[in-house]
């Protein structure tokens, strides 16, 4: 069964830096459009940031915009999530996601993804 591994999570300080990691089990994810998402308690899923399969197309949510990137590595068969200044709403488990579909839709939502991780705890103290 395909997977994807996220790791990089922890405890830092507020305007510290975390960078998150998702690898994929499986090499054909590099021609997926993948994605990063969090969750803090009793709130819903939100989109944070996503990119192409090849790389050249990032969006980014508000909130992180101008903090946070969003990269992968073809030959590592990785996805990357570099967050800086950290804030402490920023605290949520976070979750990389991929769509494996044809077709276009919209990656700002979670219904844009078929395989998800099972997330890795960010939290940020003040």
């Known amino acids: 069964q395909v997977q994807l591994v996220e790791s990089g999570g922890g405890l830092v300080q507020a305007g510290g830096s975390l960078r998150l990691s998702c690898a994929p089990s499986?090499?054909?994810?590099?021609?997926?459009?993948m994605g990063w998402f969090r969750q803090a308690p009793g709130k819903e899923r939100e989109f944070v940031a996503t990119i192409s399969w090849s790389g050249f197309s990032t969006y980014y949510a508000d909130s992180v915009k101008g903090r946070f990137t969003i990269s992968r590595d073809a030959a590592k068969n990785t996805m990357y999530l570099q967050m800086n200044s950290l804030k402490p709403e920023d605290t949520a488990v976070y979750y990389c996601?991929?769509?494996?579909?044809?077709?276009?839709?919209?990656?700002?939502?979670?219904?844009?993804?078929?395989?998800w991780g099972q997330g890795t705890q960010v939290t940020v103290s003040s």
């Open positions: 499986d090499r054909t994810f590099s021609m997926y459009a």
């Open positions: 996601a991929a769509d494996s579909r044809r077709g276009n839709r919209s990656r700002g939502t979670v219904d844009g993804y078929d395989y």
